[in-house]
């Protein structure tokens, strides 16, 4: 749990090292934390990002948190060589009045579980890349050489495309965010 106050949920799987992914992935909660609690007290703070008019505000804060923490991340890494390659993945609800918002770098994931257990969030991998562009069968999905390959994450770049979403749960449903040390499992 991140900031239960502001009905904040994530998970950051750092990469790049031991050291390294811990202090990105700690780098993305503190930031995202810092940046809630900041836009909630003064709804009037400036952002360091532009509000996408077509989304509403709720998605834009959540966005414009994980674009944040990217360029934190991004930015330590510069300037910090013993830091250099690191990164993480995000994966984050933002329970809202009508329902919850998901954002997501990377291949860490949401799931929801109702009658069966869905994924919600596509992973950001060059084996995902892979099946969408080519129909592969489950054994090649199990030999494909470059199954860890993360094609986006914090920090591997100055600017992050977020991955959003919304669903409207109904009662008794469960949302199960995850790193991939899990996924196989589920």
């Known amino acids: 749990m991140l900031a239960d106050d502001d009905n904040l949920y994530v998970v950051a799987d750092g990469m790049g090292g031991h050291a390294s992914g811990e202090v990105a992935s700690r780098m993305a909660i503190d930031t995202l934390r810092e940046f809630f609690r900041a836009t909630a007290s003064d709804p009037e703070a400036t952002w360091p990002y532009k509000m996408d008019k077509a989304r509403g505000y709720e998605e834009n804060r959540l966005i414009t948190g994980i674009k944040l923490a990217n ?34 770098v990377g291949d860490s994931r949401v799931y929801r579980i109702r009658d069966t257990i869905r994924q919600l969030t596509e992973d950001h991998s060059l084996l995902n890349d892979y099946i969408k562009m080519k129909r592969i069968t489950p054994e090649e999905v199990d030999r494909f050489p470059h199954k860890n390959v993360i094609v986006r994450a914090l920090g591997m770049k100055e600017t992050v495309s977020v991955d959003i979403l919304k669903e409207v749960p109904e009662v008794g449903d469960i949302f199960l965010l995850c790193s991939d040390g899990l996924n196989g499992m589920i």
């Not at 993945?89 to 329970?95: M, P, Y």
């Open 71 to 104: 360029l934190r991340i991004y930015d330590a890494a510069q300037k910090d060589p013993g830091l250099h390659s690191m990164g993480t993945t995000v994966v984050g609800i933002l329970v809202v009045e009508d329902g919850v918002l998901i954002g997501h």
